[in-house]
């Protein structure tokens, strides 16, 4: 066990080396490619698939001068494949959004396209038409089946549909965001804030920049409790490469809907894994140094991501959140939010007997 660990931790650090350090101090990563064989690349390129960074990953060791030739053409193979996967995606993508725009139903995609030029295993999506007329579309347009809601799904207003010929399942979060479905005054700025954005040249909306930050907020300090690598260069990506980040209103709608602490030490995260690998971390306003609980030394490798402890920080931000959420007034949010931690205990004992806690979540 301690053995696999070990070597999780190296692939995981080779992976961060990889995506974010100057190409200069890119040898040892480098070296550790050519030394495995080919049942260790294929578990390398699993993990690397795992945090959505194929493309990212493999591009510096298709490239490399000092890697092996069948080290090359390996990663080559893997970039194609994975460019060909992404290019069906788009397709489908691109069709959906625009029919549902065409019926009425605004949306905007989150996430999966903020891993440009990689891509995640589904397609994200937020409206705020009603859960009715999305069905109606996704199921005459698409031939869409809609795949089983758990209490989780029903609770947050989820949906997912397999549709034929997308191997990726699409989420569509309907008029509400966070793990209960506990944002709405924060959702609808999902679509009343939204830009296009252009990839191969195809449009789409997406949210603003800083509602991206948000959405990944509301993800990683909220939900999961870990990071992908891909939501740290995501992240920087935005703060540093997209026109204007705005950090006082960022600052606001987060402080308004209870989650200023987390977003901050979520991006302080980002900054202290960027500086760590890269030499050079964001700059971030004064204010949120200070806010944030704690940074990205508290975040270590264990079971394939980088964790955020539930104790105690992770509490500790459920609870600010909940606080910040009564205090306001909002009753319903207040409620909903309340039922996470039954929800969680569920889940863990469905895990616990079944290996699994999809019916949960």
């Given at each position: 066990?301690a053995?696999?660990i070990?070597?999780?931790?190296?692939?995981?650090?080779?992976?961060?080396?990889?995506?974010?350090a100057?190409?200069?101090?890119?040898g040892?990563?480098?070296?550790?490619?050519?030394?495995?064989?080919?049942?260790e690349?294929?578990?390398?390129?699993?993990?690397?698939?795992s945090h959505?960074?194929?493309?990212?990953?493999?591009?510096?060791v298709?490239?490399?001068p000092a890697?092996?030739?069948?080290?090359?053409?390996?990663?080559?193979?893997?970039?194609a494949?994975?460019?060909?996967?992404?290019?069906?995606?788009l397709?489908h993508l691109?069709?959906?959004?625009?029919?549902?725009?065409?019926?009425?139903?605004q949306?905007?995609?989150?996430?999966?396209l903020?891993?440009?030029?990689?891509?995640?295993?589904d397609?994200?999506?937020?409206s705020?038409?009603?859960e009715?007329?999305?069905?109606?579309?996704?199921?005459?347009?698409?031939?869409?089946?809609?795949e089983p809601r758990s209490?989780?799904?029903?609770?947050?207003h989820?949906?997912?549909?397999?549709?034929?010929?997308?191997?990726?399942?699409?989420?569509?979060?309907?008029q509400?965001?966070?793990q209960?479905?506990?944002?709405t005054?924060?959702?609808?700025?999902?679509?009343?804030?939204?830009v296009?954005?252009t990839?191969?040249?195809?449009?789409f909306?997406?949210?603003?920049?800083?509602?991206r930050?948000?959405?990944?907020?509301?993800?990683?300090?909220?939900?999961?409790?870990?990071?992908?690598?891909c939501?740290?260069?995501?992240s920087a990506?935005?703060?540093?490469?997209e026109?204007g980040?705005?950090?006082?209103?960022?600052?606001r709608?987060?402080?308004?809907?209870?989650i200023?602490?987390?977003?901050?030490?979520y991006?302080?995260?980002?900054s202290?894994?960027m500086?760590?690998?890269?030499g050079?971390?964001l700059?971030?306003?004064r204010?949120?140094?200070d806010t944030?609980?704690?940074?990205?030394a508290?975040?270590?490798?264990?079971?394939?991501?980088?964790?955020?402890?539930?104790?105690?920080?992770?509490?500790?931000?459920?609870?600010q959140?909940?606080?910040?959420t009564?205090?306001r007034?909002?009753?319903?949010?207040?409620?909903?939010?309340?039922?996470?931690?039954?929800?969680?205990s569920?889940?863990?004992?469905?895990?616990r007997?079944?290996?699994?806690d999809?019916?949960?979540?």
């Amino acid at each position: 066990m301690a053995q696999t660990i070990a070597r999780e931790q190296e692939f995981l650090n080779a992976i961060c080396q990889l995506t974010m350090a100057p190409h200069s101090q890119l040898g040892p990563a480098i070296n550790l490619v050519n030394s495995l064989s080919m049942e260790e690349r294929e578990e390398l390129l699993t993990l690397a698939n795992s945090h959505h960074v194929i493309i990212r990953a493999l591009t510096p060791v298709s490239d490399a001068p000092a890697a092996m030739h069948d080290v090359t053409v390996w990663a080559s193979n893997a970039i194609a494949s994975e460019q060909a996967r992404i290019a069906n995606a788009l397709t489908h993508l691109e069709r959906i959004c625009q029919e549902l725009e065409r019926a009425g139903c605004q949306t905007t995609v989150m996430k999966t396209l903020d891993h440009w030029p990689d891509m995640g295993n589904d397609c994200d999506l937020y409206s705020t038409a009603n859960e009715a007329e999305i069905c109606r579309v996704m199921t005459k347009s698409f031939n869409a089946q809609i795949e089983p809601r758990s209490w989780g799904d029903r609770l947050a207003h989820k949906w997912n549909f397999a549709v034929p010929g997308l191997p990726e399942a699409v989420e569509v979060h309907v008029q509400r965001l966070g793990q209960t479905g506990e944002h709405t005054d924060l959702a609808r700025r999902f679509v009343t804030h939204r830009v296009s954005k252009t990839i191969t040249g195809k449009t789409f909306w997406v949210p603003a920049p800083e509602e991206r930050i948000v959405v990944a907020t509301l993800q990683r300090m909220y939900r999961h409790f870990y990071f992908r690598v891909c939501d740290i260069l995501n992240s920087a990506a935005i703060v540093e490469n997209e026109p204007g980040v705005d950090f006082k209103e960022l600052q606001r709608i987060s402080d308004y809907a209870g989650i200023w602490p987390g977003l901050a030490t979520y991006l302080v995260i980002v900054s202290d894994k960027m500086k760590f690998y890269r030499g050079r971390g964001l700059e971030l306003p004064r204010n949120m140094l200070d806010t944030a609980s704690f940074g990205g030394a508290e975040v270590k490798v264990n079971a394939s991501f980088l964790r955020v402890p539930i104790k105690p920080h992770g509490m500790k931000l459920y609870m600010q959140q909940i606080t910040q959420t009564a205090f306001r007034g909002d009753v319903p949010a207040t409620f909903r939010l309340s039922l996470l931690p039954p929800l969680a205990s569920a889940a863990a004992i469905a895990y616990r007997l079944t290996g699994s806690d999809k019916g949960i979540w």
